[in-house]
């Protein structure tokens, strides 16, 4: 069985999965930000981990819109679906952590030189 379609994994199981622990960056959310002290190589293995979980909720989304194709569900019912619409905004919050963790990336490149 797959894990969307088990209903405990479903309610709110994209609230938590955290890419990095808790920062102290003054938001007041768990896991929101990043760390103004990492290293490079915790850098590198940040935004893979990222990269990770955006393809695992990207192939999760795709799963679920498969799914309902299946059962005859048009694409504006698809695009209503709930659990579609929070798959969609799983792996947007994981491209904007990769952008944010790339851009830090960056300016600690040029920063070398």
């Not at 760390?35 to 955006?54: D, G, P, V």
Request: with cysteine.
């Amino acid at each position: 069985m797959h894990h969307l379609l088990d209903p405990m994994m479903r309610k709110g199981s994209c609230k938590k999965l955290f890419i990095t622990e808790p920062s102290s960056c003054g938001r007041g959310r768990a896991g929101g930000g990043v760390r103004s002290n990492m290293k490079k190589e915790e850098l590198q293995h940040a935004i893979a981990a990222a990269r990770e979980a955006w393809r695992a909720a990207r192939s999760d989304r795709l799963f679920r819109k498969e799914e309902l194709c299946v059962l005859g569900s048009d694409i504006t019912a698809v695009r209503h679906d709930r659990l579609y619409r929070e798959l969609k905004k799983r792996q947007r919050r994981f491209a904007v952590r990769i952008v944010h963790l790339e851009r830090k990336m960056n300016r600690m490149r040029s920063r070398e030189k």
